[in-house]
């Protein structure tokens, strides 16, 4: 990112490039889609203190989220599930940079190929990914409260 001073990637350059995401992509492992978020949170319980003091806050609880059908699915997960599969979901957000990098070095070859001067290039769409997120931060009704 932030290099447009040099302009897109060209020629054997980019089929190095091209080369080296695919031989990643490889070796990329199990991706999992979604996000593990950490939160506090009250319960229903009338006149408990989970109302009154954050203390009081039940959990943390781990929790894998993910939208299946347009719906925010969440699974509760142990400390030890939650650290086994936080890999598998940096490889999916690593499997997505690659594809959408990817994906640009394509369109790129392309526009050179057919003698485009401006390359019909998208930049790397981050959209998913930030949705993706903001739909998280909504699972927790308050004190959500993700990472460490
Ligand atoms: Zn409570």
Redesign the pocket.
């Known amino acids: 990112m932030g290099d447009a001073s040099q302009g897109p990637m060209t020629g054997p350059e980019a089929e190095n490039r091209c080369r080296a995401i695919m031989a990643e992509l490889s070796e990329i492992g199990l991706c999992l889609p979604g996000s593990l978020v950490e939160q506090k949170r ?2 229903s ?1 009338p006149g ?4 009154d003091d954050e203390a009081h806050l ?1 959990g943390p609880y781990r929790l894998w989220t993910r939208k299946v059908n347009g719906k925010t699915q969440t699974r509760v997960l142990t400390e030890e599930q939650f650290e086994r599969y936080r890999g598998w979901i940096d490889n999916s957000h690593r499997l997505h940079e690659l594809v959408a990098e990817l994906e640009q070095l394509s369109a790129v070859a392309m526009a050179e190929e057919a003698n485009w001067s401006e390359p019909e290039a998208p930049a790397p769409d981050r959209r998913r990914n930030r949705q993706a997120h903001v739909a998280t931060k909504q699972v927790g009704k308050r004190r959500a409260k993700a990472g460490k």
Not at 48 to 51: K, V, Y
């Open positions: 009250t319960c319980t408990c203190h989970c109302h039940h």
